[in-house]
Structure formats: structure tokens, C-alpha cells
């Protein structure tokens, strides 16, 4: 423990050095991009997915088949990255499954080199994200739907209200406060991209546009050995995404408090 | 009950059906084609088209890993690390979980609030290394039970879960001259059962996962567990062979019956086999489980 004390009176102090080293460089730009567009995308179509799910398992009325679907859809949930990626990387390699399908249906003609193109990636990293959580999120909207008041129902289709119609003009108004609060949560994790999924399925090639702010940090410190800086990109990282956490959930308790109970 | 309107629309029932099918596809097929993939021949593979079946089907693969020193013991140090780690997790997440749920106990909020801080902000990378390697656990088998011993978040669940239980059980058992941990003992822990068993299979399934810790902190090859082979496989794929498909579908002319391709397929089924098993469980618990945890916030 020696060589803790020593480090912790004796190192030079740099002030704020290596944080403007990062906030100048142009790595900050790149890196911050990378990571605010791919969690837009995941933000937006991991969204919406689940709703869709969760209206789409309420309709179905053959439950075993609905227990089925249901039971496969979290599969991908519990299964870890390194299991995930090494799935998605398979399934999207120039002879693997998803470019067959897209040669078969003639929507391309080559195989398109999904992982190897930096302008995929964002898309990329959503589709998996999306695909990884949309049938464990679902459940939460199952379960607020679970709770509208069946009548609601009846007497709607008693004034000759289609399915359509009530799903539109019931069911969504219903699961609104849950859909605000959710959405509201997911903007507070808009820095908390995960750190597996972009440093599995990147590589050097589409190192452009697959570079967060983890990654990035991870890459100096570890790889590299430049302890000092890794560290400031990553307290910046904690400092800015423990501020937005803090504030988004603050406005989700008010959220809460006035239009749910 | 509005379930028994039917639909009179049929395209909706069409499309409704329909969009489950795709739902089922899109979620089971990925984890079917690999499993297929590694029963196929390795150079008979990349000729791709292989959807859901193996078209030259081999157990070679499946010899070639469970002969393979090192993925044997990547699967015995990952088998240790979840025997290990997922009783001692749970005996210090339910200690706490109990003295944290006690109104009495001084200190409470502040304590509590302590705890929940590190949910929300953590140093980062290099801050945590350089407490690891300070408190020399680098390349020592309890760096991968030590710094997960407790999890913030599961604790908080076994608390609420606690706080839920109706206190004359532990009154009536203090009039019968029981101590704190015999009460904890006896009468606590096995009340708990319920949200003790989601916890124990969270926390399996995280060892069993769990890579990180592997790749970062140890170099030692005997610490290098069942999912940090995998990420070396898959980073070896990526960097490595991505661009030379065609140099390998020149070589699979050849018939090779395994390749590093094949292999990281097998490891893959092999590492998702035990989530496979303990699948039934998962489902019953982890809903459960979310719904306390929704209910916390």
C-alpha cells in the first residue's frame, strides 16, 4: 500500500491537462458522434419495437403459440455479448445467412460486407441492440396493458369500434404513461452505450465509426498504457452520463407522481 | 372479459400471425443456424447457403473442443468461479440486504445511499485496475469473485423483499431468546427463498458470462475463462481471416472437416447451452424479479 500513498501525494499535478489533450483533439468529435448516433438509433427503433410486440402478443389469441413466440423472443436477452456477437457476426458475414436471404429475395446481388463498412455500423449496433432486449422490454408494456380495464373494450366495440380503432384510441392512450417514462429513463442512458457490443463487433476497419467513448478509453488505457488520459476520458464519460441520469430520473418522478397514480 | 370479441377483421388476424412468425424467426433462427453451423463440414461451410440444416454433417468439431486442453480448462475455471462465487455473493448480498432492511440500524439512509451511488457512477476502467492491481489480484483466481461480491442492484431487491416480511415472525422468535443471526438464520433466509433463487440464477448466468475480468486482469492460462476464448476467437476472426473468404473457399476444396471457424461456432453452442438449460427456471423467476425491481425504481 505504500505505493499508493506515495502515488497520491508525490504525482505531478497536471491540472487540467489531459482533458483539454481530449477536448481539443479531434478523436472528441469522433467519438462523441459515434456514440450519441448510435445511441439515437438504438434509442428510437429499441423503442418502438417492443410496443409494437407487446400490442402484437395481445391480439394473439392461440396461446400456446403465443407462449411459444413470447419464450423465444427474451432468448437473446440472457445470452451474453461474446455469444450475441459471435451469432451476429456469423449471421452477417458475406456467406452467412442474412446476405443468402438478401441474394435470394434479389434485394443485392454481392453480399454486402455488413461488419467490414464503417456505414453500417450504426445500424448495425442498433439492429442488435434491439434485437438482444425488444422481447424482454415488451413485457413491461404486456404487463401495463394487462391492467386497462377490460370494459373499456366491450363498450367500444359495442359503439361499433373496430380493432384497429381501439388499439389506436385505448390501448395506446392507456400504456402512454408508461411509454413517457421509458423513453424518458432511455435518454438518461443515452452515454451508457454498453461498452461489449461495440468492442466485439468493431474492428480496425470500421474503427471510424465504431469508436465510443468506452472503447476509446479502453484502447489508450489498456492497450496503450497512457493510464492518465484513459482515465480523464473515462471520469469525463461517468461525470456527464451521472448528471443526465440524475436529471432524467428526477423528471421521471415527477412524470410518475402527477400522471400516473 | 374483451378477449372474446373475435376479430372480425381477418388481414388483421393474417397479419398479426404473421408478424409473431417473423418475431420467432428473427429470435430463434440465429441461435438454430450456428448450432447447424457447427455440425457442418468446415470447408463445405464456407460455399455458404446453409440456412437450417447441415449439408455434409460432422461430430468433428465437437471432438476437436472437448479435446482441446485449453477450452477444458477455460469450462473447469469458469465451472469454479460460479461454484465459488454465486454462494459467497449471495451470503454477503443477503447479510447486507438484512442489516440494510432493519429501520433501527444506524446509519441507515446515508449507508444505503452509498451503496446506490456506485449504481449510478462508477471511476472507470483505469481507476478500477489500478485498485485491482494494487490490492494484488491481478492474475489471482478472486479477482473473479472479490469485486462482484456485491451488487448494488440485487441488494436492493433481497431488502425490499425483506422490508415485505411481516415483522412479528421475528418478534415472536426474540421473545423466544433467538439472536440476531439465528433469526437471520432460521427464519429469514429461508423466507427469502423466492428472491434468493432469481438472484443465484442472475448471478450464475453472470459468472458463467462473464469475460472481462478474464481478459483484463489476469494473463495466466489457467485464468482465462470459457467466454474469454470466445472473444479471442471472435477477435482473431475479425481482424484476421474477415477478408480472406476467398482464400479460404479455395481451401475448402480440400475438405477440411474443422476449422477455427467451426470451432468458434461449437464453443459458442457450448457456452449457450447451460442458459439453454437453466431456461425454464429463468422464465419463471425473471419476470418476477423485474416486477420488484420496476416497482423500486
Same mark, same amino acid.
Given at each position: 500500500?505504500?505505493?499508493?500513498?506515495?502515488?497520491?501525494?508525490?504525482?505531478?499535478?497536471?491540472?487540467?491537462?489531459?482533458?483539454?489533450?481530449?477536448?481539443?483533439? /479531434?478523436?472528441?468529435?469522433?467519438?462523441? %458522434?459515434?456514440?450519441?448516433?448510435?445511441?439515437?438509433?438504438?434509442?428510437?427503433?429499441?423503442?418502438?419495437?417492443?410496443?409494437?410486440?407487446?400490442?402484437?402478443?395481445?391480439?394473439?389469441?392461440?396461446?400456446?403459440?403465443?407462449?411459444?413466440?413470447? $419464450?423465444?423472443?427474451?432468448?437473446?436477452?440472457?445470452?451474453?455479448?461474446?455469444?450475441?456477437?459471435?451469432?451476429?457476426?456469423?449471421?452477417?458475414?458475406?456467406?452467412?445467412?442474412?446476405? /443468402?436471404?438478401?441474394?435470394?429475395?434479389?434485394?443485392?446481388?454481392?453480399?454486402?460486407?455488413?461488419?467490414?463498412?464503417?456505414?453500417?455500423?450504426?445500424?448495425?449496433?442498433?439492429?442488435?441492440?434491439?434485437?438482444?432486449?425488444?422481447?424482454?422490454?415488451?413485457?413491461?408494456?404486456?404487463?401495463?396493458?394487462?391492467?386497462?380495464?377490460?370494459?373499456?373494450?366491450?363498450?367500444?366495440?359495442?359503439?361499433?369500434?373496430? %380493432?384497429? %380503432? /381501439?388499439?389506436?384510441?385505448?390501448?395506446?392512450?392507456?400504456?402512454?404513461?408508461?411509454?413517457?417514462?421509458?423513453?424518458?429513463?432511455?435518454?438518461?442512458?443515452?452515454?451508457?452505450?454498453?461498452?461489449?457490443?461495440?468492442?466485439?463487433? !468493431?474492428?480496425?476497419?470500421?474503427?471510424?465509426?465504431?469508436?465510443?467513448?468506452?472503447?476509446?478509453?479502453?484502447?489508450?488505457?489498456?492497450?496503450?498504457?497512457?493510464?492518465?488520459?484513459?482515465?480523464?476520458? !473515462?471520469?469525463?464519460?461517468?461525470?456527464?452520463?451521472?448528471?443526465?441520469?440524475?436529471?432524467?430520473?428526477?423528471?421521471?418522478?415527477?412524470?410518475? $407522481?402527477?400522471?400516473?397514480? | 372479459?374483451?378477449?372474446?370479441?373475435?376479430?372480425?377483421?381477418?388481414?388483421?388476424?393474417?397479419?398479426?400471425?404473421?408478424?409473431?412468425?417473423? +418475431?420467432?424467426?428473427?429470435?430463434?433462427?440465429?441461435?438454430?443456424?450456428?448450432?447447424?453451423?457447427?455440425?457442418?463440414?468446415?470447408?463445405?461451410?464456407?460455399?455458404?447457403?446453409?440456412?437450417?440444416?447441415?449439408?455434409?454433417?460432422?461430430?468433428?468439431?465437437?471432438?476437436?473442443?472437448?479435446?482441446?486442453?485449453?477450452?477444458?480448462?477455460?469450462?473447469?475455471? =469458469?465451472? +469454479?468461479? =460460479?461454484?465459488?462465487?454465486?454462494?459467497?455473493?449471495?451470503?454477503?448480498?443477503?447479510?447486507?440486504?438484512?442489516?440494510?432492511?432493519?429501520?433501527?440500524?444506524?446509519?441507515?439512509?446515508?449507508?444505503?445511499?452509498?451503496?446506490?451511488?456506485?449504481?449510478?457512477?462508477?471511476?472507470?476502467?483505469?481507476?478500477?485496475?489500478?485498485?485491482?492491481?494494487?490490492?494484488?489480484?491481478?492474475?489471482?483466481?478472486?479477482?473473479?469473485?472479490?469485486?462482484?461480491?456485491?451488487?448494488?442492484?440485487?441488494?436492493?431487491?433481497?431488502?425490499?423483499?425483506?422490508?415485505?416480511?411481516?415483522?412479528?415472525?421475528?418478534?415472536?422468535?426474540?421473545?423466544?431468546?433467538?439472536?440476531?443471526? +439465528?433469526?437471520?438464520?432460521?427464519?429469514? @433466509?429461508?423466507?427469502?427463498?423466492?428472491?434468493?433463487?432469481?438472484?443465484?440464477?442472475?448471478?450464475?448466468?453472470?459468472?458463467?458470462?462473464?469475460?472481462?475480468?478474464?481478459?483484463?486482469?489476469?494473463?495466466?492460462?489457467? +485464468?482465462? =475463462?470459457?467466454?474469454?476464448?470466445?472473444?479471442?476467437?471472435?477477435?482473431?476472426?475479425?481482424?484476421?481471416?474477415?477478408?480472406?473468404?476467398?482464400?479460404?473457399?479455395?481451401?475448402?476444396?480440400?475438405?477440411?472437416?474443422?476449422?477455427?471457424?467451426?470451432?468458434?461456432?461449437?464453443?459458442?453452442?457450448?457456452?449457450? @447451452?447451460?442458459?439453454?438449460?437453466?431456461?425454464?427456471?429463468?422464465?419463471?423467476?425473471?419476470?418476477?424479479?423485474?416486477?420488484?425491481?420496476?416497482?423500486?425504481?
Amino acid at each position: 500500500m505504500g505505493n499508493f500513498w506515495s502515488s497520491l501525494f508525490h504525482s505531478k499535478f497536471v491540472g487540467l491537462r489531459w482533458f483539454e489533450f481530449f477536448f481539443s483533439g /479531434q478523436d472528441f468529435i469522433r467519438v462523441m %458522434r459515434n456514440t450519441l448516433a448510435s445511441s439515437a438509433l438504438t434509442l428510437t427503433i429499441g423503442f418502438l419495437v417492443p410496443i409494437f410486440i407487446a400490442i402484437l402478443l395481445n391480439e394473439c389469441k392461440n396461446l400456446s403459440f403465443k407462449k411459444l413466440v413470447q $419464450t423465444s423472443s427474451y432468448l437473446p436477452y440472457f445470452v451474453s455479448w461474446v455469444i450475441a456477437s459471435n451469432i451476429i457476426v456469423t449471421l452477417l458475414s458475406s456467406n452467412g445467412a442474412i446476405n /443468402q436471404l438478401l441474394m435470394d429475395l434479389g434485394i443485392t446481388r454481392e453480399s454486402i460486407l455488413f461488419l467490414q463498412e464503417g456505414k453500417y455500423f450504426w445500424w448495425v449496433i442498433a439492429a442488435s441492440n434491439t434485437w438482444k432486449d425488444m422481447g424482454y422490454n415488451a413485457i413491461i408494456y404486456l404487463a401495463a396493458i394487462s391492467a386497462i380495464n377490460p370494459e373499456l373494450f366491450e363498450s367500444a366495440s359495442v359503439d361499433g369500434a373496430g %380493432r384497429l %380503432r /381501439q388499439i389506436w384510441n385505448i390501448l395506446l392512450p392507456a400504456i402512454k404513461p408508461t411509454m413517457v417514462i421509458l423513453l424518458i429513463l432511455n435518454v438518461g442512458n443515452l452515454l451508457n452505450t454498453g461498452f461489449d457490443q461495440y468492442f466485439l463487433l !468493431g474492428n480496425s476497419m470500421t474503427r471510424d465509426f465504431s469508436d465510443v467513448i468506452d472503447t476509446y478509453s479502453f484502447r489508450y488505457g489498456i492497450q496503450n498504457n497512457m493510464y492518465s488520459y484513459a482515465t480523464a476520458v !473515462g471520469l469525463f464519460k461517468s461525470a456527464v452520463a451521472f448528471i443526465l441520469v440524475i436529471t432524467v430520473n428526477r423528471i421521471a418522478k415527477k412524470f410518475e $407522481t402527477s400522471h400516473l397514480f | 372479459m374483451y378477449m372474446k370479441n373475435k376479430i372480425p377483421n381477418i388481414t388483421g388476424k393474417v397479419f398479426v400471425y404473421l408478424m409473431l412468425t417473423i +418475431l420467432f424467426v428473427v429470435t430463434f433462427f440465429p441461435f438454430w443456424n450456428i448450432f447447424v453451423l457447427s455440425l457442418n463440414e468446415a470447408g463445405d461451410s464456407l460455399r455458404g447457403g446453409i440456412m437450417l440444416w447441415p449439408r455434409h454433417f460432422t461430430f468433428e468439431s465437437y471432438i476437436t473442443v472437448f479435446h482441446n486442453e485449453e477450452i477444458f480448462a477455460a469450462a473447469k475455471v =469458469t465451472i +469454479l468461479r =460460479t461454484l465459488t462465487g454465486v454462494p459467497l455473493t449471495l451470503l454477503n448480498i443477503a447479510l447486507l440486504a438484512y442489516g440494510l432492511s432493519k429501520k433501527s440500524m444506524p446509519g441507515r439512509k446515508p449507508l444505503t445511499l452509498f451503496f446506490i451511488f456506485t449504481m449510478y457512477f462508477s471511476g472507470g476502467l483505469i481507476p478500477s485496475y489500478m485498485v485491482i492491481k494494487s490490492l494484488h489480484l491481478t492474475d489471482n483466481f478472486w479477482v473473479f469473485i472479490l469485486p462482484g461480491l456485491v451488487n448494488v442492484f440485487w441488494m436492493l431487491l433481497v431488502r425490499t423483499y425483506m422490508e415485505g416480511l411481516p415483522p412479528e415472525l421475528e418478534e415472536s422468535a426474540r421473545l423466544d431468546g433467538a439472536n440476531d443471526l +439465528l433469526i437471520f438464520l432460521r427464519i429469514v @433466509l429461508p423466507l427469502c427463498i423466492p428472491v434468493l433463487a432469481t438472484i443465484t440464477l442472475f448471478s450464475a448466468i453472470n459468472h458463467w458470462n462473464s469475460w472481462y475480468d478474464s481478459y483484463i486482469y489476469t494473463n495466466k492460462k489457467q +485464468l482465462v =475463462t470459457l467466454s474469454a476464448v470466445l472473444v479471442r476467437i471472435l477477435n482473431q476472426y475479425q481482424t484476421g481471416n474477415m477478408l480472406s473468404d476467398a482464400q479460404q473457399l479455395a481451401a475448402g476444396a480440400k475438405r477440411i472437416p474443422v476449422s477455427s471457424e467451426t470451432i468458434r461456432m461449437t464453443v459458442t453452442v457450448v457456452a449457450t @447451452l447451460p442458459i439453454i438449460i437453466v431456461y425454464p427456471f429463468l422464465q419463471k423467476y425473471f419476470i418476477k424479479g423485474m416486477m420488484i425491481g420496476a416497482i423500486k425504481g
